[in-house]
C-alpha cells in the first residue's frame, strides 16, 4: 500500500538532492513552507507538489528554476 509523506520539506533540500530532476510529491500530507532552498537545485526539470498543506507564499526562489518544463 501508499505510505503518504507527512511533515514538512527539509529546510537545506537542495543539499541533500543537488542534481534533482524531477520532485513529484502531489497527493501527500507536506505541511509548512516551501523552503527557498529549493531554488538551488537548477537541474529540477518537473515540480509537483499540489494536494498537499503547505501554508505561507511561494519562495521567489522558484524563478531559478530555469530548466521547469510544463
Partial sequence: ???QIKGPLPPF???????LQRLILEGNEITGYLPPDIGNITTMKQLILSKNKFEGP???SIGQ???LQE
Avoid: A
Fill in 13 to 19: 533540500i537542495s543539499s541533500m538532492f543537488p542534481n
Fill in 65 to 67: 528554476l530555469h530548466k
Fill in 58 to 60: 511561494i519562495p521567489s
Fill in 1 to 3: 500500500s501508499f505510505q
